[in-house]
Structures are given as structure tokens and as C-alpha cells.
């Protein structure tokens, strides 16, 4: 599954960080809000956020995730082909899913050399499905630990994520299971590197998030559901939108600033190729201050809906692209982006 990608870039954080391997490019952060922890995956490829409610989170001296004092959590991304006996055969998720967990219980059983019960169910999220699942810890194996309790899901169509908790003797199994699906309801996966910056603002403002440009030329009120992306240049926001078939769709947006030597027109025809010569152009809307037209790629995999906008001082373009298969998913959340920037 082909999935659209804006630029990775390293960036440093200031808060807490549980994983930093350089040889392996696994970057892992955590913040709190209010009693919740926010988990985000910034690795190569990875790119997704999780929230997890508990009264304490911290990395241990060994590089362990524990929380709540004494628990461990354990978040593992794991390749597709490392556990799929022919990682090129067509299968659905919810397979893969229980391919790993397979693989998983597997390797548990031959470890504790004994056969262990589990069981398992699928839960959903807007189509993603998502799975739940859980063995029970051999008498002796672990101390006060009764199960072990996993929830599984895939990124982009090739990693799958691994999220584990025990369940101890004083827990409750059904109690546990509920909370592993309030864990799938808060995932978001961005499609690139995250802007650490613009989600620990997101997340900690009382009040709508506003991106703005260097000169308060251009603004944009962020929606909950966009994912923003840490910007190549200074004068560029990157976004994702929510994923649909392991796709997520990808907008750029770019400005310049007006002067005598840079019209309107010339920003629109900068491109190499007349915007009227794309494959399958077609003008959705055009007048002094606007164009917006929709395209598609050469091999026209791609949708695209190109956007220019003209301010007093500023010109802007906005880029959205997609697949075929997920263009109307998301079309509608672009156009509500495209009625919420100001142009100044």
C-alpha cells in the first residue's frame, strides 16, 4: 500500500524523552496533559501519537516504559515482513493482525515452554480495525501478573505497532480491554515528521490553535482532526488528514509576499508545467483573487486540488493530494481548510 509522505526532519524536543537510538533513528517522546500522556513516535517512518490515562509515566534506568509505579509498557513496531511467511501475498489487516499476534504468542509459548490460553477481539474505529488481544501469565512467571494484554494495529500498510500492558492480580480484564480502546481512539497517524512544537501548543491551549506566518499575513485556525507536519522552509505549513486504507493524504501550503517584481500571475505560473497542460485538469474556480483546479499524476494514482489564493500582501498556495481511493474522504476536510485561511 503505497502511502504520502512530506519531508522527514530531525528536530530536538524538551520533554521527556523515552527512547533515542541514533543508529536506529527511534525517537520517542511523552508529555502530560492533565491525566493523560500523550506518546509520540517521531521515528523514520513511523510518525504516529497515542494518549494513555495513568497516574505516572517514566523511562527506568534500563530504558523501560513504566507507569503507574510499577507497570510496564511496551510498544513494539515490527515490519510486516518480519512475521508474514510471504510478505508479497495479498492479505487483508485484520489478517495481519492476527498473523502477529501469532507470531507473538509463539514465540511467548516457546519461551515459557507451556502452552498458553488466550483470546482475542477486534475492535473497530472508523473502519480501521484494530486488535485486542491476551495470554495468560504461567503461575510463577511474572509476580502478581495474571495476563498479558496487547493491542495491535497497522501504520501505512507495512508496520505493524504493538502496544502491551499487564493485568494484574487487583485488575480487572474487562476494565483493561476498555481502556486499550479508548488507547485506539486517540491514535493519529501523520504521514511525516512531527511538529512537536505545534502539538504540546495544540494540545496544552485552552483555546483554537492559530498558525500564522512570520508577519501575521496569513492564518490559519487548526481543526482538531489536522495533523501538522514540521515545515521544510520558513514559509510553508505542512498537514496530514485523518487515514483512510492505511493512505494518509498530505497538504502543503506555501506563501510569498507581494512586491513590484513578483505579480500575482507570475507566483500562479512559476511552475515548470502551465497548470491548463496537468493530466485531467479541470477548473474548479477562477477570479482576481482565486484559481483552484483539480488534477491528477502522470500514471493518475494521485488526485490532486491545487489552490492559489491572493491576499493584499501576501500570495498563498495550498496543495492537497491523495489517492484515488481515499480523495473523497478527505476532499471536504480541505475545503473547510481553504474557507479558514486569512489572508491579510
Not at 521515528?43 to 534506568?61: G, H, P, R, V
Not at 511552475?271 to 491528477?296: A, Q, V, W
Request: proline content about 3%; aromatic content about 16%; charged content about 25%.
Amino acid at each position: 500500500m503505497k502511502n504520502l509522505v512530506l519531508a522527514f526532519i530531525l528536530i530536538s524536543f524538551s520533554c521527556v524523552n523515552l527512547i533515542a537510538q541514533s543508529g536506529n533513528m527511534t525517537y520517542r517522546y511523552v508529555f502530560k496533559i492533565d491525566s493523560t500522556y500523550v506518546i509520540v513516535d517521531d521515528s523514520k517512518d513511523n510518525w504516529f501519537t497515542l494518549e494513555f490515562k495513568a497516574d505516572t509515566l517514566f523511562q527506568n534506568q534500563d530504558n523501560m516504559i513504566m507507569y503507574d509505579n510499577q507497570k510496564l509498557l511496551q510498544i513494539n513496531v515490527v515490519p510486516f515482513s518480519k512475521f508474514l511467511p510471504n510478505p508479497k501475498k495479498s492479505i487483508t489487516i485484520p489478517k495481519v493482525l492476527q498473523a502477529y499476534k501469532k507470531w507473538e504468542l509463539d514465540f511467548q509459548q516457546k519461551e515459557s515452554k507451556t502452552k498458553l490460553k488466550n483470546g482475542e477481539k477486534f475492535y473497530r474505529r472508523d473502519n480501521k480495525p484494530f486488535l485486542i488481544w491476551w495470554f495468560e501469565e504461567p503461575m510463577g512467571t511474572a509476580f502478581n501478573v495474571t495476563h498479558m494484554l496487547c493491542l495491535n494495529f497497522s501504520i501505512y500498510g507495512n508496520k505493524n505497532v504493538a502496544f502491551t500492558i499487564p493485568v494484574y492480580e487487583d485488575d480487572n480484564l474487562k476494565e483493561e480491554i476498555e481502556k486499550l480502546k479508548d488507547v485506539a481512539n486517540s491514535l493519529r497517524v501523520y504521514g511525516g515528521n512531527i511538529d512537536m512544537d505545534v502539538l504540546v501548543d495544540i494540545k496544552k491551549s485552552k483555546e483554537k490553535y492559530i498558525l500564522r506566518d512570520s508577519l501575521f499575513f496569513l492564518e490559519l485556525e487548526v481543526p482538531d482532526w489536522l495533523n501538522v507536519i514540521q515545515p521544510k522552509y520558513d514559509n510553508m505549513f505542512g498537514a496530514t488528514f485523518p487515514e483512510k486504507h492505511e493512505v494518509v493524504n498530505a497538504m502543503i501550503i506555501r506563501w510569498e509576499y507581494q512586491s513590484d517584481s513578483l505579480t500575482f500571475n507570475d507566483f500562479v505560473n512559476r511552475g515548470k508545467l502551465p497548470h491548463k497542460d496537468s493530466p485531467n485538469y479541470r477548473l474548479i474556480e477562477e477570479n482576481d483573487s482565486t484559481l483552484k483546479y483539480f488534477c491528477t499524476s502522470n500514471n493518475g494514482w494521485f488526485y490532486q486540488q491545487k489552490v492559489y489564493l491572493k491576499g493584499e500582501n501576501v500570495y498563498c498556495f495550498i496543495n492537497f493530494t491523495a489517492t484515488k481511493n481515499t480523495y473523497d474522504y478527505n476532499i471536504g476536510r480541505f475545503e473547510e481548510i481553504i474557507k479558514k485561511i486569512k489572508l491579510k
